[in-house]
């Protein structure tokens, strides 16, 4: 079965930085790019980043340009963001998910939280 | 950016309805567009992508439609699992971008 986990969530403090994980299973992981998707507490998803099979080409929503960082290492068959100098709005659960245009499988998500 | 507005933002209907949501881009998107439903405390699903091409395991009961900027998400005869939030999400530029999303109620 395929499955997405995500891990590396938690209580950070403004400022701070987190590096979140995303570790697949039940596919061939290199041969599909994956995604970074949030939401926040009662709101609506927001697309956050996403790269290529190879980690040639990575794409990110413009509030989260030099802050985070995505990459993958397809050896350990894993996904991951590096979220630097935290803000309260980036407060949320982080999704990653598999697809380029349309995501079709999904993790249950990690919680972020940054408050001081 | 693309933005989509989702109408209407919520919605109550009864168990059999047929119910329509729209989503309407800021700009062309061709058929660059999915439908995703959200229940509480779980990821999203995708239902719909590339406007009306039905995701393997989705019942036929959800249909999409649509090109360029408009765009419906219809289903025929709500079930009572179908009670949730859906959400369009367009792909045809950088940084992709979804609507703020439609709750479907029970009457």
């Known amino acids: 079965e395929v499955h997405l986990v995500e891990s590396g969530g938690g209580l950070v403090q403004p400022g701070g930085s987190l590096r979140l994980s995303c570790s697949a299973s039940?596919?061939?992981?290199?041969?599909?790019?994956i995604a970074w998707v949030r939401q926040a507490p009662g709101k609506g998803l927001e697309w956050v980043a996403n790269?290529?099979?190879?980690?040639?080409?990575?794409y990110y929503v413009d509030s989260v340009k030099g802050r985070f960082t995505i990459s993958r290492d397809n050896a350990k068959i894993s996904l991951f963001l590096q979220m630097n100098s935290l803000r309260v709005e980036d407060t949320a659960v982080y999704y990653c998910?598999?697809?380029?245009?349309?995501?079709?499988?999904w993790g249950k998500g990690t919680t972020v939280t940054v408050s001081s | 950016d693309i933005q989509l507005t989702q109408s209407p933002s919520s919605v109550s209907a009864s168990v059999g309805d047929r119910v329509t949501i729209t989503c309407r881009a800021s700009?062309?998107?061709?058929?660059?567009l999915a439908w995703y439903q959200q229940k509480p405390g779980n990821a999203p699903k995708l239902l719909i992508y590339?406007?009306?091409s039905l995701h393997p395991g989705v019942p036929s009961r959800f249909s999409g439609s649509g090109s360029g900027t408009d765009f419906t998400l219809t289903i025929s005869s709500l079930q009572p699992e179908d009670f949730a939030t859906y959400y369009c999400?367009?792909?045809?530029?950088?940084?992709?971008?979804f609507g703020q999303g439609t709750k479907l109620e029970i009457k």
């Open positions: 039940g596919f061939t992981f290199t041969n599909y790019l």
């Open positions: 790269i290529k099979q190879d980690g040639s080409e990575k």
């Open positions: 999400q367009q792909a045809n530029t950088f940084p992709y971008t």
């Open positions: 700009q062309g998107i061709s058929n660059w």
């Open positions: 998910a598999r697809g380029y245009s349309y995501m079709d499988v």
């Open positions: 590339a406007a009306s």
